[in-house]
């Protein structure tokens, strides 16, 4: 396993990080047991790095991170989020922030987080974020209950207004440095590169899209962006390769990235993924398989408040 310095904190992230949102049922049910597993042999493996949220599951995702830990939280770096409590559901003020944080601390049965994360900034007024939000998080970064904090979100070039506006350590985007889509680069990478704020890629399988199951139901992707990722399929099949596997490959090949989150939910998942994260990417099966994809069409989709949308 490879460890990346995130941005100018003094974490060393493995540049594979453990995406716990499965751990919530949030693509299919999974077993205490099997997390359990997964996260014990995630830590065997070298990944350190672990991201959760109270909305993954309406808490159960942290419930049973906490609980799949067990004696370990002393060898990871953990992230979880505020803000974001139910698809509907949001309290970005400073009283929800501390509440919401101490819930989460009790259920990942632990008295500090490495990373603290207004989870899915499109959905809150940004001047809120700015002048309540974030200092609340700076209070609780003072008071040690959480090393550093960040944000994260879909659109992009709100991401990169926010942290332009105010400091953060971090930034998480998602779905948008991948096989389909690559936009992060356009504007956020540039800017977190340059200002060293720790960069974070998550969903490098754009949430179940580039995977032989398929989006789940609740996925807001168009039809248009899920017959390409079947079109990238069958390349990948005709090749002997596991979309998946190439579509991982092609996340980690990011230069600036610290770690590309990707949600497991099996110790089968996290040995396959951390065999692909050891070999090398296939660089001309990347073109053939975004020739398949080709343009033409929207990757993106809406989401949050409609004018924080790129
Ligand atoms: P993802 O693209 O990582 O896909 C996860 C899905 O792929 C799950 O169903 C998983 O079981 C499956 N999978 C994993 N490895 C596989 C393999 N080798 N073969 C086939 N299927 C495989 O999507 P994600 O889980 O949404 O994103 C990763 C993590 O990033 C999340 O768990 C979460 O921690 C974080 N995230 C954060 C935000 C946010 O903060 N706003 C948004 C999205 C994701």
Redesign the pocket.
């Known amino acids: 396993m490879k460890y990346h310095r995130l941005g100018r904190t003094s974490l060393e992230v493995s540049t594979l990080?453990?995406?716990?949102?499965?751990l919530g049922n949030?693509?299919?049910n999974t077993s205490l047991a099997d997390d359990e597993r997964a996260v014990a042999t995630a830590i065997d493996l070298g990944i350190n790095f672990f991201?959760?949220?109270p909305y993954?599951g309406l808490t159960l995702a942290e419930q049973r991170l906490g609980t799949a830990f067990a004696n370990r939280r002393n060898q990871v770096i953990l992230a979880t989020?505020c803000g974001?409590y139910g698809l509907s559901k949001f309290d970005f003020s400073a009283k929800g922030i501390r509440s919401g944080f101490e819930a989460s601390l009790a259920r990942l049965k632990t008295d500090h987080v490495d990373l603290l994360?207004v989870?899915?900034v499109e959905f809150a007024s940004t001047e809120q974020v700015i002048q309540e939000t974030i200092p609340a998080m700076r209070e609780l970064q003072m008071e040690g209950k959480t090393r550093f904090i960040g944000i994260?979100?879909?659109p992009v070039k709100l991401l990169t207004r926010i942290a332009r506006e105010v400091e953060v350590d971090t930034v998480?985007s998602?779905?948008r440095y991948?096989l389909m889509n690559t936009d992060m680069d356009d504007v956020l990478t540039p800017f977190t590169c340059e200002q060293n704020i720790g960069l974070i890629n998550?969903?490098?399988?754009?949430?179940?899209?580039?995977?032989?199951?398929g989006a789940?139901e609740w996925h807001l992707a168009s039809n248009e962006i899920k017959e390409a990722a079947k079109r990238a399929t069958e390349v990948a099949v005709k090749h002997g390769i596991?979309i998946?596997?190439l579509?991982?490959q092609f996340s980690l090949a990011h230069p600036s990235v610290a770690s590309t989150?990707?949600?497991?939910?099996?110790a089968e998942?996290v040995k396959?993924?951390v065999l692909?994260a050891e070999n090398a990417l296939d660089l001309s099966l990347v073109s053939e398989v975004k020739k398949a994809i080709g343009e033409g069409f929207a990757s993106t989709w809406p989401s949050g408040l409609p004018e924080h949308w790129d």
Request: net charge negative; aromatic share 10%; proline share 6%.
């Open positions: 990080g453990f995406g716990a949102s499965p949030v693509f299919g991201d959760v949220s993954y989020k974001r994360q989870h899915d994260t979100g879909y998480l998602y779905c991948n998550a969903s490098p399988l754009l949430m179940g899209i580039l995977t032989n199951r789940p596991d998946s596997t579509a991982l989150l990707i949600g497991m939910a099996t998942e396959t993924n692909s």
